[in-house]
T-cell receptor, first 116, second 118 residues
Framework: SQQGEEDPQALSIQEGENATMNCSYK?????LQWYRQNSGRGLVHLILIRSNEREKHSGRLRVTLDTSKKSSSLLITASRAADTASYFC????????????????FGSGTQLTVLP | EAGVAQSPRYKIIEKRQSVAFWCNPISGHATLYWYQQILGQGPKLLIQFQNNGVVDDSQLPKDRFSAERLKGVDSTLKIQPAKLEDSAVYLC????????????????FGPGTRLTVL
């Protein structure tokens, strides 16, 4: 089952605007990661936030984490047409069914379209 | 450094046929994952290897799917026989180390194999 759920499922904005995507999850996590997937490609890691962090920045990306609400948000500032892609949150958890193996559980993604 | 390699990129087969996918992870990455991504959904883990051992295959439909990583490097995922609902992108990913509470488990993905079952 999918641990994370992104909201909205689809988002369309104009170039230069900011895009905000939200993710909710269900269980305790080690960290939460955001990935981008361009059409027909594999996923690319964007940013990771640890469970004891509340906010993190990387270039035009800003991610927040609220462990009390089990939610995270990804903000992309000054969006560009090249940011058009699907964005997934992934929760990093210990899978006790497999010993101490760490696993990522992905949400269903937000499809972002940036119009030129 | 070279990324995760996968082949083929596309495969079209008829139901009940067999198909195999190949993955070569990033050099030095002990952990290898196979995911299934159905259109419009996020990746779903099928199987996880640590070196040449399986650490989790709880979501692998073992009646038709099999995977191996014999020498702890490259891996093969097989479907036999394929069903219509197996149409998806099969993603391979690798990471440096994923045990215990330390480390960040950042995963590196290959481009995927798009499978169409007719």
């Amino acid at each position: 089952s999918q641990q994370g759920e992104e909201d909205p499922q689809a988002l369309s904005i104009q170039e230069g605007e900011n895009a905000t995507m939200n993710c909710s999850y269900k269980t305790s996590i080690n960290n939460l990661q955001w990935y981008r997937q361009n059409s027909g490609r594999g996923l690319v890691h964007l940013i990771l936030i640890r469970s004891n962090e509340r906010e993190k920045h990387s270039g035009r990306l800003r991610v927040t984490l609220d462990t009390s609400k089990k939610s995270s948000s990804l903000l992309i500032t000054a969006s560009r047409a090249a940011d058009t892609a699907s964005y997934f949150c992934a929760t990093d958890v210990l899978s006790f069914s497999s010993g101490s193996a760490r696993q990522l559980t992905f949400g269903s993604g937000t499809q972002l379209t940036v119009l030129p | 450094e070279a990324g995760v390699a996968q082949s083929p990129r596309y495969k079209i087969i008829e139901k009940r046929q067999s198909v195999a996918f190949w993955c070569n992870p990033i050099s030095g990455h002990a952990t290898l994952y196979w995911y299934q991504q159905i259109l419009g959904q996020g990746p779903k883990l099928l199987i996880q290897f640590q070196n040449n051992g399986v650490v989790d295959d709880s979501q692998l439909p073992k009646d038709r799917f099999s995977a191996e990583r014999l020498k702890g490097v490259d891996s093969t995922l097989k479907i036999q026989p394929a069903k219509l609902e197996d149409s998806a992108v099969y993603l391979c990913a690798s990471s440096y180390r994923t045990s215990g509470l330390t480390g960040y488990n950042e995963q590196f993905f290959g481009p995927g194999t798009r499978l169409t079952v007719l």
